[in-house]
């Protein structure tokens, strides 16, 4: 029997034109998966992060492959994660070091993995729901991912709680519509934006901006702050687009 369940979560993203398209629904957890191999977007992930943070769904950082070992630049990527407040975990679907952390995570939850091309989240799946049949890929070369999965699939995880394992990306924009104008879903910026001279501070170039200040006192992880300009224009850009072609 097939039903139409209300929807109260979504992920939205924007396609070419800026417009917001529903991308998981009635999620309650999301898994932002990222590897030593390829080299993890920091940029990728922080704008999964934004979305879910906008759209009041829980978000934790996973990082497959953990046998490879973790160099200096990423633990300083991992770093500024837990400092802004997210939960890490550290997991190898070949080893199976740290699934039951993640099973823990997921337990009671409708969970998605989303983030780059090739970073495991099939082979995850296979770790966490062992009777589900996933095709599992490789890399085309050791920096860039193969596509395996090509839709979002459902699976029942042992022990209650549902997994959706979605296609990899190689960018991911969030939808402007939905995200929070005062801080587009920064975890960071929220906190600080109330000590903003400015109520309607954007945290770039305005005098006395405490995100401004937080970065240069080394409160505020410098790329991540990078990482919101680069998404507030973005957003900006977007906004622009779509009031242009309504005029039209």
Do not use: W
């Amino acid at each position: 029997m097939l039903e139409v369940l209300p929807r109260r979560t979504a992920l939205y993203r924007s396609n070419a034109r800026g417009r917001s398209e529903p991308v998981l629904a009635n999620l309650t957890r999301l898994l932002v998966v990222i590897a030593p191999v390829p080299p993890p977007d920091p940029f990728v992930a922080d704008r999964y992060l934004a979305a879910a943070e906008s759209a009041g769904i829980a978000a934790t950082l996973v990082l497959n492959k953990a046998e490879l070992g973790i160099d200096a630049a990423l633990r300083t990527q991992l770093d500024a994660y837990t400092a802004a407040g997210y939960d890490c975990i550290a997991v190898s679907a070949d080893t199976g070091t740290g699934i039951d952390a993640l099973l823990a995570a997921c337990a009671g939850q409708v969970a998605a993995l989303v983030g780059q091309s090739g970073v495991g989240k099939s082979s995850l799946v296979r770790r966490l729901a062992p009777e589900a049949e996933v095709e599992i890929g490789g890399l085309m070369r050791e920096e860039e991912g193969r596509h395996t999965t090509t839709a979002s699939r459902l699976y029942e995880l042992p022990g209650g709680g549902r997994l959706i394992d979605s296609p990899g990306v190689r960018d991911f924009a969030p939808a402007v519509d939905h995200l929070d104008p005062r801080h587009l879903g920064f975890v960071e910026v929220a906190r600080l934006a109330p000590g903003c001279r400015f109520l309607d501070c954007r945290h770039m170039r305005e005098p006395g901006c405490a995100i401004r200040q937080a970065v240069d006192s080394g409160t505020m992880d410098p790329r991540r702050y990078e990482s919101y300009r680069r998404l507030r224009r973005l957003s900006e850009e977007l906004t622009d687009a779509k009031k242009a072609r309504g005029r039209r």
